[in-house]
């Protein structure tokens, strides 16, 4: 007989012995511990056999180095594999390390491995020799670039004109440290993307809670709620999906709103294909059926919507009680009845009552989520997320188990080693008076701003973005970019060729997800993490011993990357203190020297991570020495719904206290380490800040808005001249069918490719090679009645042009709707330049008589010789057709939002039509422009306190309060 | 229960830490090259689904429940639950959240968790399994199935008996009888009834095949198990089938040992389908014997 006991002992021992070494008891593909990766105790020597050896049993050695991937926004965990005797990179696998991403990656990750080897790259600074855009160029040091640029720069900020440095940035792919270079440099110039992306949806999170992003705890939910043409598909597709999928392995229901078959949607219990625009009606219909039916969390309405405060200002008349809230509830959503929302959405009535009652049966655990889709195509999208976020709020399943979390609560920040000072000035180019309530930058609407007159840039820096090719109307972004009245100095960085960069006068090449530094941290889950990118060979020479001065030395070429290059402009500019720049970027540990990213990035884990000095001490490691290891930093998990935590009695110093509870303190704010995006609610009119809401007689956390509670009700909408929007409500879109002729269709332009994130993966030859074209979605019934079939030809119409594509014809989309991915159509100058990504760009010519424009593709794509042997086997020569520039500026007047919907007519293309023609009438998209100009309210006309912004709302770069005053209200 | 997890992880294919692992248990020497492929690839497939199963296949109904008890839990099934490794993995597991909960009635939970995958999914097949790789498994796995048989007894003591025999086995389908049989196809279903430990209570492997060519003399056709008994069948049916009786005959005996005797009532189950199996079996040997006279030409 066995001694079990003796063995078991011996064997619990042996186990903890090898685990306090930090190694593995169960190493190699087990399912014992799902260790399907290689043991981190072996990533300094790994051994593989090499593929390209079969059928000979050939060893390869490599050390495994992580990074994080910066193709799409996730920031999942990579690692790559360093062949030891070459130090070159040979793969990239996912980093099991990452609590994001879990070791599992899409197909982008693995694909980082052609963008470093792509052999189209930019690999030296390059500067225009002839015209702009007329393609000549010529290699440039990078002191002479950066000493011209410093110096361009110093003299504006000399001269008084910060406002006309700007930097607009596309995916940050990184958490502040840009921004906070901007605040350093006292300018207001940080123009991100995010009103062609997210800007319709943060309004709507950001006027609920506080805070603009949603973080769905989609594992443990019940029921999963999607409102989405790519989210599972594209932005979020690896963290997301793989926990989607593990709740619809739990036996969870999956409700996808999406008028396109997607892959989310194909994943789907309920698929519902709605008229596009209608998604908030459908929303309130489920909304009111769990109201009329009192299926809602009647407790947790009462304690935390500011139904008090709704009362108050709109039923002023009313006994301020709950049993009134709940009647005016009622009667505010009865009329958003299923027949009403089956009529707006074109879906059947029973079907939204089966929606709404499998949505009833979640309790809190309904997981909710939207974030382009319909809150980033209609007019007044923003009430897509608002009515959405309203379900979650009327379930109480807000930041419980399966519910979907504020994401600041899911989101880690740390607190660098310098804060810089807010900027003295307001950028009206950015923040145009006429968007008060915009979420983030008007960054699309710039041509037609500095086209007014409204301002000019000196200085413009466009950093991994390719507003010519991913903003609508790019030809008045070719005209902006080609006049150097208008830009003066226009600087691209960026790691390969854009639409952008050839209108640039200075091209910097910037490194990939392999070839630099960066902080990230995202939502996936009820956790805080910190994802650390890493330049991979400067981290594998670093432990090989070697010591690297800067990633330089380390990336192919003269590849930068981004914080270096940074940190030195910044030091070029102001090299001795005069502007008040030097100090931010300066070394605490070398005084007078420049702040290197080793510093930089050492002070931030030894200082602002609360745990990571003790997991690096309990390995041996110092902080940084962990991250570079590792790349991944899980801070903490299972936060659950901080606005249920008592605030402390040390807080509650002096406090007063509204009539809706709010409490304010005269405690100073104890200092977090982490950063993580939220609301300021303003001080009291004494200046105490707001500190926590009571709630039955307990002062509890709540949330950073106004109120402290979830803003049914919004104060900040009706002071602001919205008063009627100012609790959740249906807007009809500028495609409701009442908006449009009886001969146009709605085209939907905004879904995305799974294999292809905008223009950051044209250089990768594994995904051009899956996804390489964008033909127009047709249905069945719409192809017969216009005599078309797949492949033929379609002229699409817009209010300011055309383009020409294919059909395909499919039951994947709903009658009388068109969709095109915007993915695809990217194009290089048929100018005798040889630049551009010769394996996904088609060559075309651009011709301009005055305001009109057209594009005409010259060839597509074909082998050629190269570096890479794949270049001469590439079989496809599609590239798609660029859609994105025949589309007017469509500006939602509240959020800012760009409505991507549009309203087209789709015909058979003409005898002359070619494929992959584009037209577009400049003159026409200033129309538009001004056209949607007018549906604004103005922050002149409606601003309560004299100020051009509500103080409380989340903005990149927040300028001091004066700043903040209105031009007439500062004199 | 570290031990649990271990004999798991030896249930895999083998890696650096198995040797380490084999010394740990005791056990004599790692696997010689080629010894758990044969143990566990070509045998005795370290799946509860090929035992449990009306099919004696991978996957279907038995696996199905595996993955609800995962379910139950609020945890994600993995694509193989039922797999062996996984499988005490997931007992180790449950043990030690039942030592660590603080709470009584947390500890209760646990316990009750604990017992029910141990009869439901673990005793249900395993001692058979087990007393078939002491036989074939070669020195390694050989050694490896007895600590795990003594581990499971030892868990017996500590649990003692369940209150009714396990759903998988109250709900097996029996091995049916060929000559009344319905199907499309009875020949096909009977020689996939014989490949169902479940329905046959005899675990029948390609060794056991191997031999019975050889005992009785027919050609054997190289295959997965239901080709190699067809090819035995239409070669001589009496014979194979009486093969097939005996068979069944000494795996009732092999169940019977007192070694298993801990395991009722689940060990009732296989000794009561092996001894049905081996009834049905002789009769349909001498069904298909020729009559008196009348030799095979």
Same mark, same amino acid.
């Given at each position: 007989m066995t001694d079990t006991r003796k063995l078991n002992e011996r064997l619990s021992a042996a186990r903890a012995e090898t685990e306090a070494r930090g190694e593995t008891f169960y190493p190699g593909p087990s399912r014992i511990h799902l260790a399907s990766f290689p043991p981190k105790e072996r990533w300094d020597d790994w051994v593989e056999l090499d593929s390209k050896a079969w059928p000979k049993r050939v060893e390869k050695r490599y050390m495994l180095v992580p990074t994080t991937c910066f193709n799409c926004e996730s920031a999942c965990g990579l690692l790559a594999y360093v062949d030891k005797e070459t130090l070159e990179l040979r793969k990239f696998e996912g980093n099991p +390390?990452?609590?994001?991403?879990r070791g599992r990656n899409c197909a982008k990750g693995p694909a980082t491995l052609n963008q470093v080897t792509d052999p189209d790259r930019i690999l030296e600074p390059l500067k225009r020799v002839g015209g702009r855009g007329e393609g000549k160029w010529a290699r440039v040091g990078w002191e002479e670039a950066l000493d011209d640029i410093a110096d361009r720069i110093r003299t504006a900020m000399r001269e008084g004109r910060h406002n006309e440095i700007m930097y607009h940035v596309g995916r940050?792919? +990184?958490?502040g440290f840009t921004e906070r270079i901007m605040a350093a440099w006292g300018v207001d110039g940080h123009n991100s993307h995010t009103n062609v992306c997210s800007a319709g949806a943060r309004a709507g999170y950001e006027l609920w809670c506080g805070i603009d992003r949603p973080s769905p705890d989609h594992a443990r939910a019940e029921v999963i709620f999607l409102v989405s043409s790519h989210l599972e598909t594209g932005h979020y597709f690896n963290p997301h999906a793989q926990r989607i999928i593990e709740a619809k392995q739990r036996g969870a229901k999956l409700i996808v709103l999406d008028t396109r078959l997607s892959n989310t949607a194909t994943h789907a219990d309920f698929w519902l294909a709605p008229r596009p625009g209608s998604e908030a009606a459908i929303q309130l219909a489920i909304a009111s059926y769990l109201i009329r039916e009192r299926l809602y969390n009647r407790e947790f309405v009462r304690r935390w919507w500011n139904w008090e405060e709704y009362l108050r200002r709109?039923?002023?008349?009313? +006994?301020?009680s709950f049993d009134s809230f709940e009647r005016m509830l009622e009667a505010e959503y009865e009329s958003y009845t299923f027949e009403f929302a089956a009529a707006e959405s074109g879906i059947d009535a029973d079907v939204l009552r089966q929606v709404a009652e499998t949505v009833s049966t979640a309790g809190t655990r309904l997981s909710t989520h939207n974030w382009r889709s319909a809150s980033a195509s209609n007019e007044g999208g923003w009430q897509v997320t608002r009515t959405m976020f309203m379900l979650s709020a009327l379930l109480g399943a807000i930041a419980t188990p399966g519910s979907t979390y504020p994401n600041a609560w899911n989101k880690f920040v740390p607190r660098p080693i310098r804060l810089p000072r807010h900027p003295e000035t307001w950028n009206d180019l950015n923040w145009p008076i006429e968007y008060p309530l915009s979420m983030y930058e008007l960054s699309f609407l710039l041509p037609h701003l500095v086209r007014e007159g409204r301002g000019r840039l000196d200085v413009y820096f466009t950093r991994v973005y390719n507003p010519v090719w991913t903003n609508p109307d790019g030809f008045s972004w070719i005209e902006m970019l080609s006049d150097e009245e208008k830009v003066g100095l226009h600087v691209a960085l960026t790691p390969t060729w854009n639409e952008t960069a050839y209108f640039a006068d200075y091209i910097l090449p910037m490194g990939n997800g392999a070839e630099r530094h960066d902080l990230h941290s995202y939502e996936t889950h009820d956790a805080q993490w910190l994802g650390f990118r890493q330049p991979v060979l400067r981290t594998a020479r670093e432990r090989l011993g070697e010591r690297v001065g800067d990633t330089r030395h380390t990336n192919p070429g003269e590849v930068w990357e981004e914080n270096e290059f940074w940190l030195e402009l910044s030091w070029r500019i102001d090299p001795d203190g005069e502007l008040g720049i030097r100090e931010f970027v300066e070394s605490e540990e070398r005084p007078g020297e420049r702040l290197n990213v080793d510093e930089y990035y050492r002070w931030i884990f030894e200082n602002s991570v609360p745990g990571l000095p003790e997991a690096a001490a309990a390995e041996g490691l110092r902080p940084l020495d962990y991250m570079r290891r590792y790349g991944a930093f899980e801070v903490t998990r299972d936060i659950g719904p901080l606005y249920e935590r008592p605030v402390p009695d040390e807080e509650l110093e002096d406090i007063a206290e509204t009539d809706e509870g709010r409490v304010y303190t005269r405690a100073a704010a104890t200092g977090t380490p982490n950063l993580a995006p939220t609301a300021a609610p303003p001080a009291d009119a004494e200046g105490r800040r707001p500190v926590g809401v009571r709630i039955d007689g307990e002062i509890l956390r709540g949330f950073p808005t106004p109120s402290g509670k979830l803003e049914f009700y919004s104060p900040t909408l009706a002071a602001w001249g919205w008063d009627d929007v100012a609790i959740p409500t249906y807007i009809k879109s500028h495609v409701h069918p009442q908006n449009m002729d009886e001969d146009q269709m709605v085209l939907i332009s905004t879904f995305r490719l799974p294999t292809q994130i905008h223009t950051r993966s044209a250089n990768a030859k594994w995904l051009d090679e899956i996804s390489h074209t964008n033909p127009l979605w047709l249905h069945t019934s719409d192809a017969s009645r216009l005599g078309v079939g797949t492949g033929d030809l379609v002229r699409v119409e817009t209010e300011i042009g055309h383009f020409v594509v294919k059909a395909w014809v499919t039951e994947g989309i709903r009658p009388g709707v068109v969709a095109c991915s915007h993915h695809m159509g990217r194009w290089k100058l048929d100018n005798g330049s040889a630049e551009g990504q010769r394996q996904l760009m088609a060559t075309v010519s651009l011709d301009r008589d005055d305001s009109r424009w057209k594009m005409s593709r010259k060839a597509g794509v074909g082998p050629f010789d190269s570096s890479d042997p794949d270049t001469r086997r590439i079989w496809w020569t599609d590239a798609g057709v660029?859609?994105?520039?025949?589309f007017p500026v469509h500006p939602d007047p509240l959020s800012g939002m760009h409505c991507w919907h549009q309203a087209v007519r789709v015909v058979k293309a003409a005898p002359g039509d070619r494929y992959g023609e584009v037209a577009v009438d400049t003159r026409r998209s200033a129309e538009v422009f001004e056209a949607w100009l007018a549906k604004t309210r103005s922050a002149v006309d409606n601003s309560p306190d004299g100020t051009r912004r509500p103080g409380w709302l989340i903005r990149p770069v927040k300028p001091t309060a004066a700043a903040y005053r209105l031009p007439d209200a500062k004199s | 229960m570290e031990l649990m997890r271990a004999l798991g992880a030896l249930s895999e294919p083998p890696s650096d830490q198995t040797a380490e692992l084999c010394r740990l248990l005791e056990i004599e020497r790692p696997p010689a090259e080629g010894e758990y492929e044969t143990a566990f690839l070509f045998q005795l497939y370290p799946y509860a689904s090929v035992y449990l199963g009306a099919e004696g296949q991978i996957g279907g109904e038995a696996r199905d429940r595996i993955a609800g008890f995962w379910r139950a839990l609020d945890l994600v099934p993995p694509v193989a639950p039922d797999h062996l490794a996984l499988m005490l993995g997931l007992y180790a597991r449950l043990v030690e959240l039942e030592e660590s909960a603080g709470a009584e009635r947390a500890q209760r939970g646990w316990r009750q968790a604990r017992a029910a995958f141990f009869w439901e999914h673990l005793a249900s097949w395993l001692p058979v399994y087990l007393i078939r790789m002491v036989e074939i498994g070669g020195r390694t796995y050989a050694a490896w199935a007895e600590i795990l048989l003594d581990t499971l007894r030892g868990e017996v003591e500590r649990l003692g008996p369940p209150a009714r025999p396990p759903l998988h086995l109250r709900e097996a389908p029996p091995f049916d009888d060929p000559r009344h049989a319905t199907d499309e196809a009875p020949a096909r279903a009977f020689l996939g009834q014989l490949s169902s430990p479940v329905r046959t209570g005899f675990v029948l492997v390609a060794s056991d095949l191997h031999r019975a060519a050889a005992e009785l003399e027919l050609g054997l056709r190289a295959g997965e198990r239901r080709f190699v008994l067809e090819a035995l069948l239409s070669q001589d049916a009496a014979a194979a089938l009486g093969w097939l009786a005996g068979f069944a005959g000494a795996s009732t005996r092999r169940i019977e040992r007192p070694q298993l005797e801990a395991f009722e009532p689940t060990r009732r189950f296989w000794i009561e389908r092996c001894r049905a199996s081996a009834a049905l079996l002789g009769e349909l040997a001498a069904d298909a014997r020729p009559a008196s006279g009348q030799g095979a030409t």
């Open positions: +390390e990452h609590p994001g991403s940050p792919g +990184e958490d709109v039923h002023p008349g009313l +006994e301020v660029h859609q994105n520039m025949t | -």
